[in-house]
């Protein structure tokens, strides 16, 4: 059971926008920043977003984040085939004294 | 280019210890705060153990406190993770992540591809 709460799957069109949630409660999202990871089994994860709204250089404008509150989402429009991947959420928590994932969001481009 | 390849993974017996390694290139080493990152095949991303810049300061996660040991190595560049008393719910890939600057990471801004641990008799 994961301390940050995601849908195990999403799916959308080529060209559709989606969006992914993440849920947790003050110790974590309510009182720290928010980052999403791309995920590819086998792969290295890949930084999408970061101090909740924030983009690394690389990373498309298609991929944005925002927070309120003790939750958080991971949008994507213009949506490729390519965006095929797992997603996860992460926080830091400050009762467990370390960074907390989310359970991962398998996402299908239909 | 960052690069971050881990090392030292296999098959180990329930009880028994295996070192995981993470070399580390592209970017000044002593700089950055690293951590572990595991993930059980077909499960989610689990944060396992953090070091600071000069390894003054560490922290597990209470799956693994008492049981496993962060450690780097600044002449090496090197990253390592002792792993002692595994038990078969530490089966998973380890991931070496780099924390975006020197002390608690917020985000973990470059990663290893991974290595497998299967802990079996």
């Known amino acids: 059971q994961s301390v940050l709460t995601q849908p195990p799957s999403a799916s959308g069109t080529p060209g559709q926008r989606v969006t992914i949630s993440c849920s947790g409660r003050?110790?974590?999202?309510?009182?720290?920043?928010v980052s999403w990871y791309q995920h590819l089994p086998g792969t290295a994860p890949k930084l999408l977003i970061y101090s909740n709204d924030e983009r690394p250089s690389g990373v498309p404008d298609r991929f944005s984040g925002s927070k309120s509150g003790t939750s958080a989402s991971l949008a994507i429009s213009g949506l490729q085939s390519e965006d095929e991947a797992n997603y996860y959420c992460?926080?830091?928590?400050?009762?467990?004294?370390?960074?907390?994932f989310g359970g991962g969001t398998k996402l299908t481009v239909l | 280019e960052v690069q971050l390849v881990e090392s030292g993974g296999g098959v180990v017996r329930p009880g028994g210890s295996l070192r995981l390694s993470c070399a580390a290139s592209?970017?000044?080493?002593?700089?950055?705060?690293m951590s572990w990152v595991r993930q059980v095949p077909g499960k989610g991303l689990e944060w396992v153990s953090n070091?600071?810049?000069?390894?003054?300061?560490?922290g597990y996660a209470d799956s693994v406190k008492g049981r496993f040991t962060i450690s780097r190595d600044t002449a090496k560049d090197s990253l390592y993770l002792q792993m002692n008393s595994l038990r078969a719910e530490d089966t998973a890939f380890y991931h070496c992540a780099r924390g975006e600057s020197w002390g608690i990471p917020s985000y973990f801004d470059h990663w290893g591809q991974g290595i497998l641990v299967t802990v079996s008799s």
């Open positions: 003050s110790s974590n999202i309510g009182n720290n920043t």
């Open positions: 992460a926080a830091w928590d400050d009762s467990l004294n370390g960074p907390v």
């Open positions: 070091i600071n810049w000069n390894g003054s300061k560490t």
């Open positions: 592209g970017f000044t080493f002593d700089d950055y705060a």
